[in-house]
């Protein structure tokens, strides 16, 4: 099972993976973050089926920090090149998109990237609140 969501800020990219951190139960194969200038694209892969229940629960969880996101054909080779092995550098390279985080949910990833990001602009655009 896949989801793929575009979140408007860092804060609620965190939330997603503390969510996925503290709850175990979910089966995350891994998750991959992508930095757009106007916000996040989140796609969380499961390793096996959710449960109804579970599939639910977290899509109304999804739903409430974001919405669905349909990617433009650049964006779903560059998530396909992560997913079949494809290093994250040469997958920014080939497709010109900020691959912040690839594997399993790290939320250091997130954070080292809006710091790095903000130092050199020298103000926190909304996108990375």
Request: proline share 5%.
């Amino acid at each position: 099972m896949e989801y793929l969501y575009y979140l408007a800020n860092t804060s609620l990219t965190l939330r997603v993976i503390d969510f996925l951190c503290s709850n175990h139960s979910f089966p995350v194969q891994f998750i991959t973050v992508i930095h757009q200038i106007n916000g996040w694209i989140v796609k969380v892969k499961m390793c096996q089926y959710l449960t109804p229940q579970e599939h639910g629960d977290f899509r109304a969880f999804m739903q409430e920090l974001g919405v669905p996101y349909e990617p433009d054909m650049r964006i779903l080779m560059a998530l396909w090149g992560l997913e079949t092995g494809q290093s994250p550098l040469s997958v920014m390279r080939r497709y010109q998109v900020a691959v912040v985080s690839h594997g399993i949910p790290n939320r250091e990833d997130v954070e080292s990237f809006r710091t790095q990001f903000v130092r050199g602009l020298g103000y926190c655009p909304e996108a990375l609140a």
